[in-house]
């Protein structure tokens, strides 16, 4: 059953990395993409609840794809499209941002394709470093609260926009507490 489930958490995070073409979002997939940020972190406090190095290096990559996406959404409403890559992406964020988002993405890089031995140390240094960060998930909600004025002012829209990051809000804030537990623990 564990493997089961372990497979059926890949499955999902997989199907959930998709990159999207530089075109504008539509407002099913501008919502979608609000969706999955939420689903990201919650698949990431799974996945940190694994007593996996693997599981928890894959958490960390998760977690970069929802701070990721908040920066696409970001991004679509200041250009009117969505970014051609990561790269384009982070590039024209704030500078505090960017550089989060940078050193996220190298984490992920790092656990999606470089390491086949996963340390412990390396493991909690990159969560405290999640944690320590906290301000920087903040500051992205609030540049793309900002900037959500550019979507519309569709009451229907705005009203399910706040929903959305409300409920990202509280997964987030799950996911800081699990994040909080496991370094306590000290890992698996």
């Known amino acids: 059953m564990k493997n089961v489930l372990k497979f059926l958490l890949v499955l999902i995070a997989c199907q959930l ?33 694994q007593d996996s190095p693997h599981c928890i290096g894959q958490a960390i990559s998760r977690i970069y794809y929802g701070h990721y996406h908040i920066a696409r959404l970001i991004y679509n409403n ?20 960017k550089s989060y988002g940078e050193k996220l993405k190298a984490m992920r890089i790092r656990y999606d394709y470089g390491v086949t031995e996963i340390s412990l140390e390396e493991l909690k240094s990159d969560l405290e ?14 540049e793309l609260d900002s900037t959500i004025s550019r979507r519309g002012t569709n009451p229907f829209f705005i009203s399910s926009f706040n929903k959305a990051i409300k ?12 994040i909080e537990e496991r370094i306590g623990n000290t890992l698996p």
């Open 17 to 49: 990395t998709g990159c999207a073409p530089a075109e504008p979002l539509s407002p099913i997939e501008y919502t979608q993409l609000l969706v999955n940020v939420k689903e990201f972190f919650a698949l990431s406090i799974l996945l940190l609840n």
């Open 167 to 178: 409920e990202i809000e509280f997964t987030y804030e799950s996911l800081i507490t699990t």
């Open 129 to 142: 470093y999640i944690k320590s960060h906290q301000s920087r998930f903040k500051e992205m909600l609030e």
């Open 78 to 97: 200041k250009r009117g499209y969505d970014g051609n890559n990561h790269t384009d992406v982070w590039n024209n964020m704030p500078s505090s941002i």
